[in-house]
Nanobody
């Protein structure tokens, strides 16, 4: 199995930046697609970004495009989410997730999840 550990969350003022990291371990070769999913209080989980294993395809949700950027360092088995110009509505728990499918975007398409890291944007 694959284990995922997120880090980098915290509290920032609106307009600030954070960089989330997700370190993979275990059977990392089985993954085909990776993503970041967030959950705001009282809302369903929302995929904000995804990246294919070979970095050939990258996608961001309309709500974060231009502000967030997903990337990876394959040599370190690490996935990143750079978040700039953060807004209060970005507040939530951010999860790193992996899929064995060729495509991943919908929540049901992810197979493995981290425990999440809290991001709070408040003045």
């Amino acid at each position: 199995q694959i284990q995922l550990v997120e880090s980098g969350g915290g509290t920032v003022q609106p307009g600030g930046s954070l960089r989330l990291s997700c370190v993979f371990s275990g059977d990392t070769d089985s993954r085909r697609c990776m993503g970041w999913v967030r959950q705001a209080p009282g809302k369903e989980r929302e995929t904000v970004a995804r990246l294919h294993k070979d970095s050939s395809s990258r996608r961001h949700s309309d709500s974060v495009i231009g502000r967030f950027l997903i990337s990876q360092d394959a040599s370190k088995n690490t996935l990143y989410l750079q978040m700039d110009r953060l807004k209060p509505e970005d507040t939530g728990i951010y999860y790193c997730a992996i899929s064995m499918r060729e495509w991943c975007w919908e929540i049901a398409e992810f197979d493995s999840w981290g425990q999440g890291t809290q991001v709070t944007v408040s003045s």
